[in-house]
């Protein structure tokens, strides 16, 4: 539970041989099985740290691969400065090790590694540094990523063209080059464009039609966290058009893991109106399933005083009581106050990702759109009728300057047709920057939710993928939102509904918040129960905290 708390991400304990240093894969720390209690938790802490602090990601281990002397001078240095990162929650007794050692302080990763490499006076870490395997790292991850293991996207059935970065001024008069080799259908070559215009299907999402993407299969897996908190801000970028019409502007920073650190006003989110296409009726009776879990969460409870029994000692009543019985009067029993739960205290924040990677088909023979659309539907069904707040937006995203939020119903919205109409409208295209979205659910259920207890609920496939968005960075920075929003009070929860993501690349995107791989929708009554109850239980500690 330390490991995982402290690296931010899901860590298994295993013993080494005896007498033999700690290290990790990324996966398990490992560390001596002779060792005592304290050395065992000092060489747990050390390894933790370096994970959390980003040491050992992919850029730096490739470096140390097959040079044991440049791995045992760039952990010296970076253990230390990994822990110092951490210092405000390590146990006291473990701070000390960043004074024991006398190696050169770094400020970053990227700056350990250069002083590793140079010719500088560095002296052993401490033997509760451990070492770094770094052979046993890239092993890991390739192990785990698959072809993904490499750090790329590869788009199906398609030729391997990473995406970068956009310029800033890359959406104010955009124009597409010419590119061949692109998707044929999806993509922006000469022949898409043809095709495009042919059937409708747009990958501008300001282009005036359906956005379009190519599904992603394959991920790679990394990332890291810090001890840094995200802010949104207050500027606005205006009134922007958009494939679904015009919209209001919001910038969001951006958690970059490479140089750990928040990229200020990096991405514009956008408020869109939602389509009204298909004609639908709210179908009442679904969601039977989940009412009576849901229905006992969120319950604030009221305190009634002078009462005959309770949990606590109500002192005016009790005062008086010892009056009358010196006065020689009859005292009156009704001395307690007695806690009841009998109003809701519960605002959710549905996000629901319509990105071009949920029209894939799931085992089931559904869409892990349509899927995701009828969870939602019940979800907002369910919490509306048992008297929560409950708003959903959908989102999908084409490059940083277009983040699309559509508000399906907001908080203040009635659950009617109209509610309907809306969510079965709703087409997946584009790609999914998912931590401009939470940041922005986060930021209107704290704005307009009005209540003690707040939820957000992400249902998504958990591929986080767009331009200059690549599956390590995009997991990084939805980690970095999910934990920042928990930090405010926020309660998360993400479901991911008939995707075959597997459970780790998953663990990588989402973090510590809780989440759930649920392959029947059927399966979910069963299970919303506790993963709300859980998700709520940990807001509750971070608000306590605050």
Same mark, same amino acid.
């Given at each position: 539970m330390?490991?995982?708390?402290?690296?931010?991400r899901?860590?298994?304990?295993?013993n080494?041989d005896?007498?033999?240093?700690?290290w990790?894969?990324?996966?398990?720390?490992?560390?001596?099985?002779?060792?005592?209690?304290?050395?065992?938790?000092?060489?747990?802490?050390?390894?933790?740290?370096?994970?959390?602090?980003?040491?050992?990601?992919?850029?730096?281990?490739?470096?140390?691969a097959?040079?044991?002397?440049?791995a045992?001078?760039?952990l010296?240095?970076?253990?230390?400065?990994a822990m110092?990162?951490?210092?405000?929650?390590?146990?006291s007794s473990?701070?000390?090790?960043?004074?024991?050692?006398?190696s050169?302080?770094?400020?970053?990763?990227?700056a350990?590694?250069e002083?590793?490499?140079?010719?500088?006076?560095?002296?052993?870490p401490?033997?509760?540094?451990?070492?770094?395997?770094?052979?046993?790292?890239?092993a890991?991850?390739?192990h785990?990523?698959?072809?993904?293991?490499?750090?790329?996207?590869?788009?199906?059935?398609?030729?391997?063209?990473?995406?970068?970065?956009?310029?800033?001024?890359?959406?104010?008069d955009?124009?597409?080059?010419?590119?061949f080799?692109s998707?044929?259908?999806g993509?922006g070559?000469?022949?898409?464009?043809?095709?495009?215009k042919?059937?409708?299907?747009?990958r501008?999402?300001?282009?005036?039609?359906?956005?379009g993407?190519d599904?992603?299969t394959?991920?790679?897996?990394?990332?890291?966290?810090?001890?840094?908190?995200?802010?949104?801000s207050?500027a606005e970028?205006?009134?922007v058009?958009?494939?679904?019409?015009?919209?209001?502007g919001f910038?969001?920073?951006?958690?970059?893991?490479?140089?750990?650190?928040?990229?200020?006003d990096?991405?514009?989110?956008?408020?869109?109106?939602?389509?009204?296409?298909?004609?639908?009726?709210?179908?009442w009776?679904?969601?039977?399933?989940?009412?009576?879990?849901l229905?006992?969460?969120?319950?604030?409870?009221?305190?009634?005083?002078r009462?005959?029994?309770?949990?606590d000692?109500?002192?005016?009543?009790?005062?008086?009581s010892?009056?009358?019985?010196?006065?020689?009067?009859?005292?009156?029993?009704?001395?307690?106050?007695? %806690?009841?739960?009998?109003?809701?205290?519960l605002?959710?924040m549905?996000?629901?990702?319509? %990105?071009?990677?949920?029209?894939?088909?799931?085992? %089931?023979?559904?869409?892990?759109?349509?899927?995701?659309?009828g969870?939602?539907a019940?979800?907002?069904?369910?919490?509306?009728?048992i008297?929560?707040?409950?708003?959903?937006?959908?989102?999908?995203?084409?490059g940083?300057?277009?983040?699309?939020?559509?508000p399906?119903?907001?908080?203040?919205?009635?659950?009617d047709s109209?509610?309907?109409t809306?969510?079965?409208?709703?087409?997946?295209?584009?790609?999914?920057?998912?931590?401009?979205?939470?940041?922005?659910?986060?930021?209107v259920?704290?704005?307009?939710?009005?209540?003690?207890?707040r939820?957000l609920?992400?249902?998504?496939?958990?591929?986080?993928?767009?331009?200059g968005?690549?599956?390590?960075y995009?997991?990084a920075?939805?980690?970095?939102?999910?934990s920042?929003?928990?930090?405010?009070?926020?309660?998360?929860?993400?479901?991911?509904?008939?995707?075959?993501?597997d459970?780790e690349a998953?663990?990588?995107?989402?973090?510590?918040?809780?989440?759930?791989?649920?392959?029947?929708?059927?399966?979910l009554?069963?299970?919303i129960?506790p993963?709300?109850?859980?998700?709520?239980?940990a807001?509750?500690?971070?608000?306590?905290?605050?």
């Open positions: 330390l490991a995982s708390a402290l690296s931010g899901d860590i298994k304990i295993a080494t005896p007498g033999s240093p700690a990790t894969d990324g996966n398990v720390i490992y560390v001596d099985a002779d060792a005592d209690i304290r050395s065992q938790l000092q060489q747990l802490c050390v390894q933790s740290s370096l994970l959390a602090a980003g040491s050992l990601d992919r850029e730096f281990i490739r470096r140390l097959r040079r044991p002397k440049v045992n001078r760039y010296a240095i970076e253990g230390a400065r110092s990162t951490l210092s405000d929650i390590l146990p473990i701070k000390l090790l960043i004074n024991e050692s006398s050169p302080r770094s400020t970053s990763s990227a350990s590694l002083l590793a490499l140079s010719k500088a006076d560095i002296a052993d401490p033997l509760a540094f451990g070492v770094i395997r770094a052979n046993k790292l890239i890991a991850e390739k785990a990523g698959g072809a993904a293991g490499e750090g790329r996207h590869i788009p199906r059935k398609q030729e391997e063209k990473a995406l970068t970065e956009l310029p800033d001024d890359a959406n104010e955009e124009e597409d080059t010419e590119d080799a998707s044929p259908v993509g070559g000469g022949l898409g464009k043809m095709l495009q042919m059937f409708q299907m747009v501008q999402v300001k282009g005036g039609g359906t956005p993407a599904a992603a394959h991920w790679s897996r990394s990332g890291s966290r810090a001890g840094v908190r995200a802010l949104s207050d970028a205006g009134t058009e958009d494939a679904f019409g015009k919209g209001k910038l969001y920073p951006e958690w970059n893991v490479h140089s750990q650190a928040y990229r200020d990096w991405c514009t989110v956008l408020e869109v109106d939602a389509p009204t296409k298909n004609q639908a009726s709210v179908e009776l679904k969601g039977v399933s989940l009412r009576r879990p229905s006992q969460l969120g319950m604030e409870p009221d305190r009634f005083r009462r005959a029994q309770g949990d000692i109500d002192v005016d009543a009790a005062i008086e010892q009056i009358e019985l010196i006065a020689g009067t009859v005292p009156d029993e009704f001395i307690y106050i007695e %806690s009841q739960r009998l109003r809701r205290d605002s959710v549905i996000l629901l990702d319509i %990105s071009g990677s949920v029209s894939q088909v799931s085992q %089931s023979g559904m869409s892990v759109h349509e899927q995701q659309r969870v939602a019940e979800l907002a069904t369910v919490l509306y009728e008297g929560d707040r409950v708003a959903l937006y959908a989102f999908h995203s084409q940083r300057t277009a983040v699309n939020m559509v399906v119903k907001r908080f203040d919205d009635n659950l109209l509610f309907m809306r969510l079965n409208s709703l087409i997946p295209g584009a790609y999914s920057r998912l931590g401009a979205a939470i940041r922005h659910g986060t930021k259920i704290t704005e307009q939710g009005g209540t003690s207890r939820l609920v992400v249902l998504s496939d958990g591929l986080a993928y767009d331009h968005y690549e599956p390590a995009g997991a920075d939805a980690r970095r939102a999910l920042d929003a928990r930090r405010d009070g926020i309660g998360c929860l993400c479901l991911s509904l008939g995707a075959n993501t459970a998953l663990r990588r995107v989402f973090g510590s918040a809780a989440f759930a791989t649920i392959p029947k929708t059927e399966q009554g069963r299970m129960g993963l709300f109850r859980s998700a709520l239980k807001a509750e500690v971070q608000r306590r905290v605050a």
